[in-house]
Nanobody, 113 residues
């Protein structure tokens, strides 16, 4: 079955950086577009970034210039490099096989001093 496992979340101070990873199994990873989302308490799920199977990327305005999505097809893994983190980036972060029902379990990112 399809599994997506996120890792790399944690507590970081404002201005700091984190790199999230999402390891996929049970799919032919290289043929799918992949996405990162987040959900803050009491809010809906927000699309942050998409990387296509060819490596093209798109970002939400809220993270453009600060976050970078990338993928390693040899490792079946998609990454989200997050720089210049702000308290408002605090949320649970999820990866998704784009436009499918396949989601990871999420990883908590907390930005606080």
């Amino acid at each position: 079955q399809v599994q997506l496992v996120e890792s790399g979340g944690g507590l970081v101070q404002p201005g700091g950086s984190l790199r999230l990873s999402c390891a996929a199994s049970g799919i032919i990873f290289s043929v799918y577009d992949m996405g990162w989302y987040r959900q803050a308490p009491g809010e809906g799920r927000e699309l942050l970034a998409i990387i296509t199977r060819s490596g093209s990327t798109n970002y939400a305005d809220s993270v453009k210039g600060r976050f970078t999505i990338s993928r390693d097809n040899a490792k079946n893994t998609v990454y989200l490099q997050m720089n210049s983190l702000k308290p408002e980036d605090t949320a649970v972060y999820f990866c998704n096989v784009h436009r499918t029902r396949y989601w990871g379990q999420g990883t908590q990112v907390t930005v606080s001093s």
